[in-house]
């Protein structure tokens, strides 16, 4: 079963925070997180692991509630750069080795 | 060549035409993958290649049929297709089938069917 993500989308202003949100129904192995730009292919920004830590990159940064089943992608001081659609992908336990990704989240930042 | 290659990046085919996507990966990689990306849908897995053998077939029509050669090279065979099909077409490795390996994807092939 898909996590669900939210919000759909997001506008920002350069220098804004933002917070994305991935929710699932099922127990969970990992999060990943990808973002993806358009017409190019997604690019792996963290993983986040069942009993592991909050991962940072650069001024991207997540966490994994592994009770709630829940993740957070927060972005800080946004940049231009930051723009795109960003993916969560569950690892769930009996699910396989496989990832389930959410429908995905429009981010724009703006000057 | 560094990555993950996608030929073609653009493909248009009618209902009754045969035509092969191609995915090669220069990354020492021994999984392969293919996903479906269609509007406003989440990403959808279709197949998966451990060292070249299939361990996964998400419940995909028949008229899309991969081929793994080897390891560093991933087909799509596609015949008869619906324009319901009609969908980016993205493939990834991993260094393994495992759990927690980050996805390298390809730029992808934008398919339409006629």
């Known amino acids: 079963q898909q996590p669900v993500q939210s919000p759909q989308a997001v506008i920002l202003r350069e220098g804004e925070d933002a917070v994305i949100n991935c929710s699932s129904s099922?127990?969970?192995?990992?999060v990943h997180w990808y973002r993806q730009k358009h017409g190019e292919a997604p690019v792996f920004l963290m993983i986040?692991?069942?009993?592991?830590e909050q991962k940072g990159h650069d001024k991207i940064s997540a966490s994994f509630n592994e009770k709630k089943q829940q993740s957070s992608l927060y972005l800080t001081a946004s940049q231009l750069s930051y723009s795109g659609t960003y993916f969560c992908g569950t690892e769930q336990i009996g699910g396989g080795n496989k990832l389930t990704f959410g429908t995905g989240t429009q981010l724009k930042v703006e000057l | 060549e560094t990555g993950v290659t996608q030929t073609p990046r653009h493909l248009v085919m009618g209902m009754t035409n045969k035509k092969s996507l191609k995915c090669e990966q220069h990354l020492g990689h021994n999984a392969m993958y293919w996903y479906k990306q269609s509007a406003k849908k989440p990403l959808e897995l279709m197949f998966v290649?451990?060292?070249?053998?299939?361990?996964e077939n998400n419940s995909v029509p028949s008229r899309f049929s991969p081929e793994c050669p080897n390891s560093s090279h991933l087909f799509l065979h596609l015949h008869t297709l619906q324009p319901e099909d009609s969908a980016l077409y993205l493939c990834?490795?991993?260094?393994?089938?495992?759990?927690?390996?980050?996805?390298?994807f390809g730029p992808g092939t934008r398919l339409t069917v006629l």
């Open positions: 099922k127990a969970l192995y990992s």
């Open positions: 990834a490795s991993t260094p393994s089938a495992t759990r927690n390996n980050e996805q390298f």
């Open positions: 986040l692991l069942k009993g592991g």
């Open positions: 290649y451990s060292l070249e053998e299939r361990v």
